[in-house]
């Protein structure tokens, strides 16, 4: 519930690449013709309930109110990750997942991995509208025994598809390896105390 509170239910979604120079209302690519052939309609009703209907999160977790959270340079050492470390547990939870009307998906899912010495959860926000751009939202957490703190990462990526490779656009359905060529609109690393 908190990852969908954090969806604007006020407003059309807005996409911003290139460090916020170019904006633009993510509309899917038939919605010029569909307007045109009931632009009688439009006009008469005269009602419009934008919102954003991508359901886009920037969720990166629910803490407590007692945490202490400071922003910090250091970032997740992958190489730890990569290690042959036996799982002791894994799992992966969709939150909630969206077709958008057949024009793309929208997904946001989890998935945690805990080995002897750390732990690691990826919560995935993931857009695609189908021939206009591609959005993910990542929030990395990691931690590892004898530790004081969590190690929390939070990136935006996206793209339009204008301006995808041709290799981009064969792996656009893909979260998991699309988001490498995405590039990183905000981004921020914060250290989590546990006491």
């Keep these: 519930m908190d990852a969908l509170k954090r969806v604007d239910t006020k ?10 120079v170019q904006n633009f209302i993510v509309i899917v690519g038939a919605s010029a013709s569909w307007s045109e052939t009931r632009k009688d309609h439009i006009a008469a009703s005269g009602t419009s309930k934008p919102f954003d209907w991508t359901y886009t999160s920037d969720y990166s977790g629910t803490l407590g109110n007692d945490i202490k959270v400071e922003d910090t ?3 997740i050492d992958i190489e ?15 939150l909630y997942e969206d077709e958008l009307a057949d024009h793309g998906c929208s997904l946001m899912a989890i998935k945690v991995r805990v080995m ?32 004081n703190f969590l190690l929390r990462e939070w990136t935006l990526r996206e793209a339009k598809y204008s301006d995808l490779s041709p ?16 590039p990183i609109i905000k981004s921020k690393s914060q250290k989590i105390f546990i006491e």
């Design 11 to 20: 407003n059309l979604p807005n996409v911003q690449v290139r460090n916020f």
């Design 116 to 147: 002897p010495e750390t732990f690691f959860v990826l919560c995935r926000f993931y857009l695609r509208v189908d021939h206009v751009m591609v959005r993910v939202c990542d929030t990395r957490l990691f931690g590892e025994t004898n530790s």
């Design 80 to 94: 730890k990750l990569k290690r042959r470390d036996p799982i002791f547990f894994y799992t992966q939870l969709t």
């Design 167 to 182: 290799t981009d656009l064969d792996n656009v359905r893909d979260s998991n390896i699309i988001w490498q060529s995405l």
């Design 73 to 75: 340079d250091l970032i």
